[in-house]
């Protein structure tokens, strides 16, 4: 009998692996697939621009209790490069509750679009993983315009130019950073940092700018996007041309006295430009030489359109004309003058000249109209004392007649 079973039993033991074996790697990998989880995906940058280069990061965790071996991880792409596709052909064991990190480098050399790259887990024992991640590649880089410039540069001027530049992507762009350059210009500033700009973010800088001739005037705009570098031009036409916005003075009303060797000179002068002239004074040039008591006259800072009066005196003996000498500062300390030359021809004559004026009551020639002499205007000018007078006079006339003094002074006449 048992010689009878042996060829049965053989039969069964070299039948049983082929029908369990199936069974038990199917429930490997169901267990396996349960255990993995992707707990983390990080891209930088976010999104990138055509032919950036970035990092993908992927972090699995094992939230099973027993371990779990992996033979390989990979990026599948058919679209982006992936530059280190054979990182993590042997990757290990992963223990329960522990972690792991997979960082790809990508070159996005695609055109704008969003693409998705399949990260891939090949288990020891049996089965996989696959999880599409999204990869946005969007090519809009900085915007950047002039706010505020001169249409016409003057030259050796300092002027001031006003930028904006502003981030149209959808995420944050930094180091940004703006050169100024070009043939014949001078600037304050020979970079300016701006730094981080978030999505829809716009800054404004400002660049103080001297040209030496017609020009154009470039701005090397450079910004991060991740780990990539990018860089972007504005270019402003800078023509010169006789461009008056600075402080312009203007000299007027001049009068010319003399008293003895002295010669004073008295006038206004204007601001008529567009700034502010500072630290204006005035005085006299040779073959004048500038005397007290007012050598040098100070009229200070002047505003546009603003005004002042002035006075200087010196000596010119035998000169016909003497120059007026104006010293300016703008708001920079740079120092500007003007000169005007001053006939002495015309000048008025004073001491001798003058009509000598008693101590006591004045004159009607030298007396301002008005007062108690004489109507004028406003109430310091109306005759009182005659007014009150005429009003006593005719209280005194009513109350004698109210009396009867009237008819008293006529009964005596008649007798």
Request: net charge negative; proline share 6%.
């Amino acid at each position: 009998m048992i010689t009878r079973l042996f060829p049965v039993l053989f039969a069964l033991l070299l039948t049983a692996p082929a029908v369990f074996l199936p069974v038990s790697a199917a429930a490997d990998a169901g267990t396996t697939g349960a255990q993995i989880a992707i707990t983390d995906i990080r891209l930088d940058p976010e999104i990138s621009m055509q032919d950036d280069t970035g990092t993908l990061k992927v972090r699995i965790s094992n939230n099973g209790a027993d371990p779990v071996s992996i033979n390989r991880v990979e990026l599948l792409s058919d679209e982006i490069t992936v530059i280190n596709y054979q990182t993590y052909d042997k990757v290990g064991t992963l223990g329960a509750g522990n972690s792991l990190e997979f960082t790809f480098l990508l070159k996005a050399d695609v055109q704008d679009g969003t693409y998705f790259p399949i990260f891939y887990i090949d288990f020891t024992s049996a089965g996989s993983m696959r999880y599409p991640i999204p990869v946005r590649v969007d090519d809009t880089g900085i915007v950047s315009s002039v706010v505020d410039a001169p249409s016409t540069f003057s030259p050796g001027t300092k002027d001031t130019v006003t930028l904006s530049v502003g981030n149209a992507r959808d995420n944050a762009i930094s180091s940004v950073t703006i050169i100024p350059h070009g043939e014949g210009i001078v600037t304050t500033q020979s970079a300016l940092f701006v730094g981080t700009l978030l999505p829809d973010e716009e800054k404004q800088v400002t660049f103080d700018i001297t040209v030496t001739k017609s020009t154009e005037i470039l701005f090397d705009i450079t910004y991060r996007n991740g780990p990539n570098e990018h860089r972007s031009t504005l270019t402003l036409p800078a023509p010169t041309g006789d461009r008056k916005v600075a402080a312009e003075l203007v000299v007027n009303s001049i009068e010319v006295t003399q008293a003895g060797t002295t010669v004073t000179i008295s006038g206004d002068v204007t601001n008529a430009g567009l700034q502010d002239a500072k630290s204006v004074m005035v005085t006299v040039g040779s073959p004048a030489q500038p005397v007290d008591p007012n050598p040098v006259y100070v009229i200070g800072a002047l505003e546009p359109d603003d005004f002042s009066s002035f006075e200087v005196t010196c000596n010119a003996a035998g000169a016909t004309s003497v120059p007026l000498l104006i010293e300016y500062r703008d708001q920079d300390g740079m120092v500007s003058k003007e000169t005007i030359q001053i006939s002495l021809r015309n000048q008025i004559q004073s001491s001798s000249s003058e009509i000598p004026q008693n101590s006591g009551m004045p004159s009607a020639l030298n007396r301002r109209p008005g007062g108690i002499g004489m109507f004028g205007s406003g109430v310091s000018k109306v005759p009182v004392v005659p007014i009150i007078a005429v009003i006593g006079i005719c209280i005194a006339g009513i109350v004698i007649w109210r009396k009867g003094y009237i008819n008293r002074i006529r009964d005596r006449f008649r007798k």
